[in-house]
């Protein structure tokens, strides 16, 4: 178990780093597309009844975050994106995240969908959700399995570092793989909660 923790908080650390930047990016650009886009003011009128529809669109996009040196740090792709109004919130079609870290270790995350309110302490990946982070080398220099996470649904809570799923999960790194009903995983407290059918997998590392 304290492996599948030591495993699961790499993945988050990682996966959280990034992921605001980027919703929050797209999230910029789309105030900054439905200003500009807006009529002059007219004269006031009634407040018209909110329903649950988007009031802009794009299709085909992609926004890119650099840091002070220019290099790339992530980037957003999707086939479309809607804004409603109703409840602030971006819905992202074909979802695909692209971030790097310090290192220029590269982490991906894709799924058919996905969800952001509007400060983006919220990120819901909805079906078929992965995210992969490559190897590289921990803080001590020492080498580092790739790591795979895995399920149909992942709602991130960014301000309470906190990562649940009510769908089965599957989390890998290396050849050691551990698999759940549903999981409920605090960040800050270092608790990890495995529900359901748990199953673990451990594989040795073969002695040089």
């Known amino acids: 178990m304290e492996s599948a923790k030591n495993f699961i908080r790499e993945a988050w650390d990682r996966f959280l780093l990034y992921l605001p930047l980027a919703c929050m990016a797209v999230l910029a650009l789309g105030t900054y597309w439905m200003v500009r886009s807006e009529p002059p003011a007219a004269v006031p009128s009634a407040p018209r009844v909110q329903t649950h529809q988007p009031d802009y669109f794009m299709d085909g996009f992609a926004v890119k975050t650099f840091d002070v040196g220019g290099r790339m740090r992530s980037e957003v792709m999707g086939d479309k994106v809607r804004h409603y109004p109703d409840t602030q919130w971006l819905e992202i079609d074909s979802i695909r995240i692209r971030s790097f870290d310090d290192k220029g270790r590269l982490t991906t995350a894709t799924a058919d969908h996905g969800l952001s309110n509007e400060d983006g302490s919220e990120v819901q990946l909805i079906g078929h959700a992965l995210v992969v982070r490559e190897a590289g080398a921990d803080k001590d220099g020492k080498p580092s399995s ?57 594989v040795p590392t073969p002695q040089k």
């Open 146 to 202: 790739p790591m795979q996470y895995r399920s149909e649904f992942l709602h991130a809570f960014m301000d309470t570092e906190r990562l649940r799923s009510n769908k089965p999960v599957e989390l890998q790194r290396g050849n050691d793989r551990f698999t759940a009903d549903s999981m409920d995983f605090d960040n800050a407290e270092q608790q990890l909660q495995l529900n359901g059918r748990v199953h673990g997998t451990l």
